[in-house]
DNA sequence: GTAATTTATGTCAGTCGATGACAGATCGCA
DNA sequence: TGCGATCTGTCATCGACTGACATAAATTAC
């Protein structure tokens, strides 16, 4: 990797972690780019070269997360059931992040407390998940060899898989570690297979 | 009711009916507030009073709709089990719909041929179901006499019963009648409790 | 019916997020 | 070293949104 991709990625990182902690000090709201240029020394410009817009920034983890996704999904034998698939590659984001650096450890768990103080955040959050869905529903319709116009199940499976894993991150404590929060999500998983009838995904 | 509420409502409707068309012309995005204040002969500032920010036009069915489930959940028999208390929740909307005014009616699918048109504005939509998922889930809570932070279950079985309802919304075909979209959600009801395994959300 | 009170509206100025255009700086490579 | 690609800052601009203040309308009290 060239020395220019290294150098933007560390100012990547560099304008994250410091809206992050802005963010945190003194409300999302009240945190202006500006702000969040100057903590890292650019131009407020430069600041949307890197990040679309301010709310890009708490979707970090979203992209990361969903990119693991779509990764196990393609890794996962085609007849396996969909939503077994998808519950797997909920995991693989989990373990990704037990596996992380630190720093980037650090990152999830400061953006999951500024989604509880800022519950507009989680909309933003939702809404992004809106769009996997539809991405993700693509995917397991072509499994299932199906039209996804047509074929209703292969919408309802992607969003109740979402909604699970959705359900699953919302933490009571507000300063969890990550153990826990995958504790957490194993907790919701099996509550899901208990409440779902045995191969409605078939 | 006084004349300075009905006038206050049908200017409400103006702007929304204004914009609305206005959407549907020359996109969302590309329609400025000053246009659509423009159209109906008020100031911007004005139009703001109205509705608090450009997306909350689009909302405005979600919000009816919110309403109508609260008031539904609320006139149910508070030992049936909550997701069929939900789906009679969601089926007491489409019926109001059906029993609907035209203008009402016209409004409502107005909306929905915008969202198909600008996947943005779904996720926009998704969000703002966040916050009715919280608020329901809360209700659920207390039926069910347990503590919302601690009962896992209750936010899965209201964020599974808005999931449905979404699946449900999205029709295939472009101009749908309103009967369309009732008929297509009874599908989805019932595929979804094909789906789920008796007796899960008790 | 008029006066007093409340509420709705318009105007103005200003903040902030976001984008396009251009110029200068930086990096990778021949 | 020098060329081309890419990155960055500056400037100008738009559009969403808000607060402050003055005016106009409707509601209420008398």
Redesign the interface.
């Known amino acids: 990797m060239g020395l220019r991709e290294l150098k933007k990625e560390r100012t990547r990182l560099a304008i994250l972690d410091a809206a992050i902690d802005l963010f945190l000090e003194q409300g999302y709201e009240s945190t202006t780019v500006e702000q969040i240029a100057g903590a890292v020394e650019i131009s407020p410009r430069t600041f949307f070269r890197y990040f679309t817009s301010k709310d890009h920034l708490v979707l970090w983890f979203h992209d990361h997360g969903e990119e693991i996704m779509l990764e196990t999904l393609r890794s996962r034998p085609s007849d396996e059931p969909p939503f077994t698939t998808l519950m797997h590659a909920v995991r693989a984001v989990l373990n990704d992040m037990r596996d992380s650096t630190s720093a980037d450890a650090q990152r999830f768990l400061k953006l999951r407390r500024l989604l509880e103080d800022h519950?507009h955040l989680?909309?933003?959050s939702?809404?992004?998940?809106?769009?996997t869905e539809?991405r993700l529903a693509e995917l397991i319709a072509a499994r299932r060899g199906t039209d996804p116009?047509?074929d209703?199940?292969c919408?309802?499976i992607v969003?109740?898989a979402?909604?699970?894993m959705?359900?699953g991150f919302?933490c009571?404590r507000r300063d969890s570690t990550v153990e826990e929060v995958i504790a957490r999500m194993s907790?919701?998983i099996a509550?899901?297979e208990?409440?779902?009838?045995p191969g409605?995904?078939l």
Chains 1, 2 share one sequence.
């Open positions: 519950p989680i909309g933003l939702v809404a992004r998940g809106a769009d539809r116009d047509e209703q199940l919408h309802l969003a109740y979402v909604a699970t959705r359900v919302e009571p907790e919701t509550l899901a208990r409440s779902l009838r409605w995904d």
